[in-house]
């Protein structure tokens, strides 16, 4: 695509033309480097400092009611006027085949609505591939004026923290459950989480609901607290994906928190310490891609790694040697 082209690209894109959206995104997706560069040249092209969306990092393990919730919490801003758009993550699409996530039979009246957009997520083998770009796609949304970008990840280990460190808001939802063994959550993960929401208080799963929430106040109060955080914060709540029951007061919360940290500065804040997160990580995934391209030291790193796996050297002396490399 020729300079001329990406730029209508992005104007269309800022116009809020779904299509552009679209193209945009493949493009970002894309693995082939003509591809690339463009993509480059179109986040270059895209105007700085325009409207922010707020942007709700989302996990939970499957079954615990993520897509229905999309679908429930995305109607309910829709209808009170807002954009939003859905990105998904699913580290595990590349082995399956396919994506789990973004199904849009779970989402059908959000899919079809014409202020929503919803991306499934990209098949990719490397987690360090997705996080690009599905936070180039977090960017394009935002260009594209959605209000809201909604990033759903599933519960398994690095996707969670990349995906917050994407977001202003990072919700974690979890089911009733009985006991409380606090359903193995992880501690990380409850650090990270802004709110939780406990999914399903609704008909007989009611009362376990509610217990669980209450167990999930008190564990969140012991821990540590952080300078994002107002008074109450993070929190635990109720809702109901089907009945739609708390999602008013979940809405609330996360305006009142977005509010908070946008007001003490907050917000600014972690999206600058972000920005910068993501530019070392990409700049450790080029330099390491750099690396890869040349066979003589690919098969340099190859035969130092295995000597380092044999003891026969230090890993502090082996980088070094690959490091030398780069000269300096
Ligand atoms: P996901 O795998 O996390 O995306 O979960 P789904 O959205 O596919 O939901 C898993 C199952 O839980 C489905 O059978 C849903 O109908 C059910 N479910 C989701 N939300 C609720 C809820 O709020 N209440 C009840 N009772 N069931 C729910």
């Excluded at 540590?224 to 008074?231: G, L, N, S, W």
Aim: proline share 4%; glycine share 10%; hydrophobic share 40%.
């Amino acid at each position: 695509m020729a300079t001329t082209d990406l730029n209508d690209l992005a104007k269309r894109l800022e116009a809020g033309e779904r299509r552009a959206l679209s193209r945009a995104i493949t493009l970002v997706e894309s693995a082939r480097a003509d591809h690339r560069a463009q993509a480059v040249e179109l986040l270059d092209a895209l105007k700085p400092g325009g409207k922010q969306a707020l942007r709700i990092g989302m996990s939970g393990t499957p079954g615990v009611g993520k897509s229905t919730f999309i679908e429930a919490f995305g109607m309910f801003l829709i209808e009170r006027g807002l954009k939003v758009a859905v990105l998904a993550v699913d580290p595990s699409s590349a082995r399956s085949g396919g994506s789990i996530l973004g199904d849009k039979t779970r989402m059908e009246e959000l899919s079809r609505h014409p202020r929503a957009f919803i991306r499934p997520s990209p098949s990719q083998s490397q987690l360090g591939g997705v996080a690009r770009r599905t936070r180039e796609a977090v960017a394009l949304c935002e260009a594209a004026g959605f209000d809201v970008v909604l990033i759903e990840t599933v519960g398994v280990g690095q996707s969670e923290t990349m995906v917050a460190e994407m977001s202003d808001l990072f919700l974690l939802l979890i089911a009733p459950a009985g006991g409380d063994e606090l359903q193995g959550v992880k501690r990380g993960i409850m650090e990270i989480a802004d709110m939780i929401l406990v999914n399903k208080a609704d008909g007989d799963l009611k009362p376990t609901a509610t217990r669980t929430c209450a167990d999930y106040t008190g564990a969140l109060k012991l821990l540590r607290k952080r300078p994002q955080d107002p008074e109450g914060y993070p929190k635990a709540m109720m809702v109901s994906a089907v009945t739609h029951d708390g999602l008013p007061e979940a809405w609330e919360a996360m305006e009142t928190l977005a509010a908070w940290r946008k007001e003490s500065g907050h917000w600014d804040k972690m999206r600058a310490e972000q920005a910068r997160h993501w530019f070392m990580e990409d700049l450790r995934a080029g330099l390491l891609a750099r690396l890869d391209k040349d066979p003589e030291v690919r098969a340099r790193i190859a035969d130092l790694g295995a000597r380092v796996e044999r003891g026969d050297l230090s890993p502090t002396v082996a980088a070094d040697e690959v490091l030398a490399t780069l000269g300096g």
